[in-house]
């Protein structure tokens, strides 16, 4: 089971990932600059110690620097927090949360063609 994360949390994994499931931490600080995060170091460190924690990375030492990888994929976490909220608010049901979409113009014309021709191609 994908455990929970905090919104902060999200944003460190969305680094690892990014970086192709492990990065070490000067290079997670780094990229956290360029996107304008200010964060202090030891937030950083408390974030990712308790990713460690949830079993959502794990770390290893290459020298003295610290490596944090991934252990749940981005694609697991999307799905799991996918079924999280269709559970929550729409009752495990996929076509209340589509019929929500198109409804609301979130959904246009074009996107639901795409996934119509996606369904077809996928079913034999």
Same mark, same amino acid.
């Given at each position: 089971?994908?455990?929970?994360?905090?919104? %902060?949390?999200?944003?460190?994994?969305?680094?690892?990932?990014?970086?192709?499931?492990?990065?070490l931490y000067a290079r997670?600080? =780094?990229?956290?600059?360029? %996107?304008?995060?200010?964060?202090?170091?030891?937030?950083?460190?408390?974030?990712?110690?308790?990713?460690?924690?949830?079993?959502?990375?794990?770390?290893?030492?290459?020298g003295r620097r610290n490596?944090?990888?991934?252990?749940? %994929?981005?694609?697991?976490?999307?799905?799991?927090?996918?079924?999280?909220f269709l559970d929550k608010?729409?009752?495990?049901?996929?076509?209340?949360?589509?019929?929500?979409?198109?409804?609301?113009?979130?959904? %246009?014309?074009? =996107?639901?063609?795409?996934?119509?021709?996606?369904?077809?191609?996928?079913?034999?």
């Amino acid at each position: 089971m994908v455990p929970q994360i905090s919104d %902060s949390e999200l944003e460190l994994m969305k680094v690892i990932w990014a970086e192709g499931g492990a990065a070490l931490y000067a290079r997670i600080m =780094d990229c956290l600059a360029a %996107s304008g995060c200010t964060w202090q170091k030891n937030t950083v460190i408390t974030l990712l110690s308790r990713l460690v924690e949830k079993g959502m990375l794990k770390t290893s030492k290459i020298g003295r620097r610290n490596e944090y990888a991934a252990i749940v %994929s981005e694609a697991e976490y999307q799905a799991a927090q996918t079924h999280t909220f269709l559970d929550k608010l729409y009752e495990g049901s996929a076509k209340g949360l589509v019929a929500t979409l198109i409804q609301s113009s979130l959904l %246009s014309a074009e =996107d639901y063609e795409k996934l119509r021709r996606f369904w077809s191609e996928e079913t034999p």
